[in-house]
């Protein structure tokens, strides 16, 4: 987006998107106020082109829970891609979460820039998958743990810009915008922990005799989802065997 005049974004997802010189997903040289947005995975063909956004001398960025991180400036030569996730000054201080921020200036107490504090994996902070979250567009999923959680300013969630109330995140209607327990987090999404375990079938294996009166038995297990971690053995509480007969043992295999 190259924005010259006024530029409005909220609850909004700005990935994979390329410049040849500034500003990989925003470019503006007006009037930009962007609220809990998303801006990464973007890319800018210039040093100090910001990744993510870049703001023009004499134009004015207003950022407010506003998550830019894993974006990338590409150049030199050969060319290659640095961590740069803004571009020029702006009206920080409002709760932002940044990845790179060597060319942006304007921040403050409020917001945290993730290479400062140590955090330059940024599958730490949410996933890097552009993919189906629910509601009609895709998004970057928060993770588990992710600094953008409960760390957003609930002050920047009103209307306008904001349709409501009640607010909701970008995938809209059923995806409350602030949660009961915290605060609103940074960037379009807010995280739901899982909430639904995965479900088990238990099934006589094709291979096992039936009847039978010796030992082994073999069932085969299959879960709904990918699970790892198990533990087994005597001290093991991922698997309980219940029943009459004494002197039970078990082998988990596959």
Not at 38 to 54: H, K, R, S, V, W
């Amino acid at each position: 987006i190259s924005n010259g005049l006024i530029l409005l974004a909220t609850n909004s997802t700005f990935s994979g998107n390329t410049a040849a010189h500034l500003g990989g997903a925003i470019a503006t040289t007006g009037t930009a106020t962007l609220t809990n947005c998303t801006l990464t995975g973007n890319d800018a063909g210039q040093m100090a082109g910001g990744g993510g956004l870049y703001n023009a001398i004499g134009g004015t960025c207003d950022v407010r829970n506003v998550l830019a991180a894993g974006n990338t400036e590409t150049y030199g030569s050969p060319a290659a891609a640095v961590p740069r996730d803004v571009s020029g000054t702006f009206l920080g201080n409002q709760n932002n979460l940044i990845g790179n921020a060597t060319s942006g200036k304007g921040f403050g107490t409020t917001d945290t820039v993730l290479s400062s504090v140590g955090i330059t994996d940024m599958s730490e902070v949410l996933d890097l998958i552009l993919a189906d979250n629910g509601g009609p567009t895709s998004t970057h999923a928060l993770v588990e743990g992710s600094p953008a959680i409960n760390a957003g300013g609930d002050a920047f969630v009103t209307s306008p810009p904001f349709e409501g109330p009640p607010f909701y995140d970008q995938r809209g209607a059923g995806y409350t915008r602030i949660e009961s327990i915290g605060s609103v987090d940074i960037g379009a999404l807010e995280y739901a922990p899982e909430t639904n375990p995965p479900t088990v079938t238990i099934n006589q294996a094709a291979s096992q005799e039936d009847p039978t009166n010796t030992l082994p038995i073999v069932f085969d297990v299959t879960f709904s989802e990918s699970v790892t971690g198990f533990m087994t053995g005597a001290d093991s509480e991922d698997i309980v065997v219940g029943g009459t007969a004494g002197g039970v043992t078990y082998t988990v295999a596959g």
